[in-house]
T-cell receptor, first 112, second 111 residues
Framework: EAGVTQFPSHSVIEKGQTVTLRCDPI?????LYWYRRVMGKEIKFLLH????????ESGMPNNRFLAERTGGTYSTLKVQPAELEDSGVYFC??????????FGQGTRLTVV | QQPVQSPQAVILREGEDAVINCSSS?????VHWYRQKHGEAPVFLMI?????EQKGHEKISASFNEKKQQSSLYLTASQLSYSGTYFC????????????FGQGTTLQVKP
């Protein structure tokens, strides 16, 4: 069974540009989470989807970040326009209800 | 509220034991332990639910003291493959699956 897949694995963009990250969760997992790890610090929660609905987006830094999960399958996280402080590793995780979450390998975003 | 992990870093020789602690100021429903190696996905180790249970996974085990709002991860007879950063993730009573992670404990096992 395929795990959580994230694309791209690395992205380097200039300040002010737009970047879209994609996450394909494990098939059948209704819960999908986005997290971010900045500069070797803790892994911080961004938001949580249940199927296609946003359950909790309390961790989204500001309105430059937009997450979608069309049809309750894959999810995208768009940053527009990107700022220097958005650099970090963005992780996606998925789970079935009440079970452990499985993480993807992450997208390393560098804004220069 | 972010849980606090201690110690921040540990260096061990193969075969030695280590304990990593995770404390929260808020009531906990569950504690999740993950290990991340550099450049890789965090890997799930185990979940502990309230009730003070203890779980084991090969030579890695953990306990959860609901009253004290803390969990401990025990690594016995450490192997080189245990090296990495260990994170505890906590969830509150809502159990939505959303995790609040500690700052991580870096473990390095040397030959």
């Amino acid at each position: 069974e395929a795990g959580v897949t994230q694309f791209p694995s690395h992205s380097v963009i200039e300040k002010g540009q737009t970047v879209t990250l994609r996450c394909d969760p494990i098939s059948g997992h209704d819960n999908l989470y986005w997290y971010r790890r900045v500069m070797g610090k803790e892994i911080k929660f961004l938001l949580h989807f249940v199927k296609e609905s946003k359950q909790d987006e309390s961790g989204m830094p500001n309105n430059r970040f937009l997450a979608e999960r069309t049809g309750g399958t894959y999810s995208t996280l768009k940053v527009q326009p990107a700022e220097l402080e958005d650099s970090g590793v963005y992780f996606c995780a998925s789970s079935q209800f009440g079970a452990e979450a499985f993480f993807g390998q992450g997208t390393r975003l560098t804004v220069v | 509220q972010q849980p606090v992990q201690s110690p921040q870093a540990v260096i061990l020789r193969e075969g030695e034991d280590a304990v990593i602690n995770c404390s929260s100021s808020k009531a906990l429903y569950s504690v999740h332990w993950y290990r991340q190696k550099h450049g890789e996905a965090p890997v799930f180790l185990m979940i502990l639910l309230k009730g003070g249970e203890q779980k084991g996974h090969e030579k890695i085990s953990a306990s959860f003291n609901e009253k004290k709002q803390q969990s401990s991860l025990y690594l016995t007879a450490s192997q080189l493959s245990y090296s990495g950063t260990y994170f505890c993730g906590t969830s509150g009573s809502g159990n939505t699956g959303k995790l609040i992670f500690g700052q991580g404990t870096t473990l390095q096992v040397k030959p």
